[in-house]
């Protein structure tokens, strides 16, 4: 069945970890009847959590595309992964989405998860609404998490359902736009009765009921003027009003539901149908063509532009690419255009999704979510579009890596396998990095958490038949020296043959800090030939790659290769090459050589009642603290710290922190390292 762009609600489901997405998620299906019956964490069969490391560790890796049918309309749910590891899940759907279904624990309330998820759907300007979950647990305190949730977000958060029993047996529901009393079948059918709103909870309404009006006005100019006027507004008023309310964020709705037993689910849905965003909400969204960011593209255009927003490689299927339509329509076999890559793209089947299942569609319309199969040369973060119209769709900005960890393969031989695997990983996931750190000759792999590395540890070996290990990956510490020193060094052998002989005056000192090598040659007569001079440089660079005090590369000297002596015969390429080491080793190790270690710039971000644990640490790790901002109700630390000592780091502020502090860090410099960490790191490389 095909659905007009006013018809579709594209939604990411986001949230901290444990917030009850998934089962959320599963609920909705089981309410609008695409399947018979809901599924569980535990039992590792939601619809939604379909993968093997997903049933194994019982949490939401991947983000996973739904849909059902609800009055009349389509959603498109987009069930993400709270842990932040997967960060680039939940960047994705918000992308694409048209809206931000964001879950907060009922127990918990908001949690460093909300505050992300919060913060990039505000970032792409996306309405949100809130979903209160697991008001059915003990000790649930609901006007103290909405408080909670109002002072995280602002006042403008408004209840539109209300718990009437709220803990372990709670299935009574307050619908304030309704003005009814909703109680819900304790079989988790969500089922359910209405009546009017009556005693207390009448009076709760009514009060309610004048916030929202004052909001709904807030919204429109004819309505704010009628409000004036009467005093009130009708009710068809207020239904016409809430829709652009919530599109110009002047209240976010909140509901309160218990997914587990689909109390309130119901509820939730017609509201998400009436009153959540559409692909015609955001009917007009701006685009980069020829180089410029100047333009848009309308919904309405008939030209076909679609965003590439996730790949993945599954089992048996191959490379599925999940993509929105931002105008006109898709048909396999149809060719579109890559200007990401600068190709032509052939579309074979199109898809809709539910988890794992899917479902052949011949059309996929403006404004519609669905998947394309077996793509070449699209990847993720990609547009495709019309020849003719050489557009690209804004890509998606993603953290950067804050663990890293050496890769280390168990089985010689697997190398190909290796970088194929790495590669199709990459492509799923932008946030997980790998790349070949040539100053210690590792390979080094980059992500958001130790789980995250984890996880890709298990792909390649489940996928791709890679068994790897992760080990902490070498510090590219550099080599230099503190003082000018020279050196006059001879090479010279003989044999049955032709003999070498070659003989080199060199005098080094200090460069500037980042100045790299610098050669020159200042020779003066006729005792060296200057043919051997890029043969002096060759040897003397083998020396600095090698390294002289611990075998890391050396940098900031100044060299000056000013004398030297040749022979007639015995002088060669190879003889001055050999005297170029030599003489540059001798004199690094008379210039009181040290190590140079790399200095990371930290920017961590916590809870103010762990800022005195973290700076604590900082000092610790011999770290400096450059300074500390506020951001809301996060303390931003802004701190210097040793790389050598950051070896995941990022777990061990999670566990300060009890995992609400993260942070990014990138190089800032290199400094002397303490005479201690060096004499350290020189013992090591003996």
């Known amino acids: 069945m095909s659905f007009t762009a006013e018809h579709i609600r594209n939604f990411a489901l986001v949230g901290h970890q444990g917030a009850g997405k998934t089962i959320l998620s599963e609920a909705m299906l089981a309410t609008a009847g695409e399947i018979n019956r809901m599924g569980s964490i535990e039992a590792g069969n939601t619809a939604s959590d379909y993968h093997e490391s997903e049933k194994e560790r019982q949490m939401s890796v991947h983000a996973s595309l739904l849909h059902c049918t609800w009055q009349e309309n389509k959603f498109n749910i987009i069930d993400t992964p709270g842990y932040f590891d997967f960060i680039s899940e939940g960047l994705g759907a918000l992308r694409v989405g048209d809206f931000a279904l964001v879950v907060v624990d009922a127990l918990h309330g908001p949690q460093l998860g909300t505050d992300q998820v919060w913060e990039y759907a505000t970032r792409y300007e996306i309405p949100k609404m809130i979903v209160i979950n697991g008001a059915d647990k003990e000790n649930v305190n609901f006007d103290k998490v909405l408080a909670d949730i109002q002072q995280h977000f602002g006042n403008n958060v408004f209840p539109m359902t209300l718990p009437m029993d709220p803990g372990p047996g709670f299935k009574r ?3 304030v736009l309704r003005s009814e009393e909703i109680e819900y079948k304790t079989d988790g059918s969500g089922k359910f009765t209405e009546t009017a709103a009556a005693g207390e909870w009448n009076d709760r309404v009514k009060e309610l009921h004048s916030k929202l009006i004052e909001y709904v006005a807030e919204a429109d100019d004819t309505l704010l003027e009628h409000f004036f006027e009467e005093g009130n507004l009708s009710e068809e008023e207020l239904r016409s009003g809430i829709h652009k309310a919530v599109q110009q964020g002047i209240f976010v709705p909140a509901f309160v539901t218990s997914a587990l037993n689909d109390v309130g689910v119901a509820r939730l849905m017609d509201m998400i149908s009436k009153y959540g965003s559409s692909p015609i909400d955001r009917k007009v969204v701006p685009v980069e063509d020829n180089g410029t960011k100047n333009t848009t593209i309308d919904l309405e255009d ?43 793209e052939k579309i074979g089947q199109i898809f809709t999704l539910q988890g794992h299942e899917r479902e052949p569609v011949l059309n996929l319309g403006p404004g519609d979510i669905g998947v394309m199969a077996k793509l070449r040369d699209t990847h993720t973060g990609n547009t495709l579009t019309s020849p003719d119209r050489k557009i690209k769709l804004p890509k998606v900005s993603y953290p950067k890596p804050n663990i890293h960890a050496a890769l280390v393969v168990n089985k010689r031989g697997d190398e190909e396998k290796l970088a194929e695997g790495l590669s199709t990983l990459h492509e799923e996931d932008p946030t997980f990095l790998f790349e070949h750190n040539h100053e210690t000759n590792e390979l080094v792999l980059s992500g958001q958490g130790e789980l995250h590395l984890e996880v890709i540890r298990g792909r390649l070996k489940n996928r791709f038949k890679v068994d790897i290990n992760l080990v902490q990956p070498r510090i590219a510490f550099r080599e230099t020296i503190r003082k000018p020193a020279e050196s006059k060094y001879r090479h010279k052998k003989q044999s049955g043959g032709a003999g070498q002989f070659g003989e080199v005056w060199m005098r080094i ?38 390294g002289i005090l611990a075998g890391y590369h050396v940098t900031d000297v100044a060299i000056d290769f000013y004398d030297g002596k040749m022979h007639p015969v015995d002088s060669k390429d190879i003889a001055f090459q050999i005297a170029g080491k030599g003489a540059f080793r001798e004199a690094f190790k008379a210039a009181q050589p040290c190590l140079l270690e790399p200095i990371m710039k930290l920017e961590i971000r916590v809870p103010e009642v762990y800022l005195g644990d973290v700076m604590g640490d900082i000092s610790s790790i011999r770290g400096r603290i450059q300074g500390v901002d506020v951001d809301g109700k996060y303390q931003v630390v802004k701190a210097q710290v040793p790389e050598m000592e950051l070896y995941r780091y990022a777990t061990k502020l999670r566990s300060i922190t009890g995992g609400s502090g993260i942070h990014t860090e990138e190089f800032d410099r290199y400094e002397y390292a303490p005479p201690d960490v060096e004499a350290k790191v020189v013992a090591a490389s003996i």
């Not at 532009?305 to 490379?319: D, F, L, R």
């Open 173 to 175: 529901v307050l619908d």
């Open 302 to 344: 008939k030209a076909p532009a679609c965003y590439i927003w996730k790949t993945i490689s599954e089992p048996h299927v191959g490379e599925l690419s999940f993509c929105r339509m931002y105008s006109g329509s898709i048909q396999p076999g149809i060719e579109l255009y890559n200007p990401n890559r600068n190709c032509m």
């Open 509 to 546: 000192k200090p460069g500037a800090r980042n100045s790299g090598i610098e050669f020159k040659d200042s020779l003066v007569g006729q005792n060296v030939d200057r043919i051997f001079v890029p043969s002096v440089e060759k040897g003397m660079n083998a020396a600095i790659t090698e």
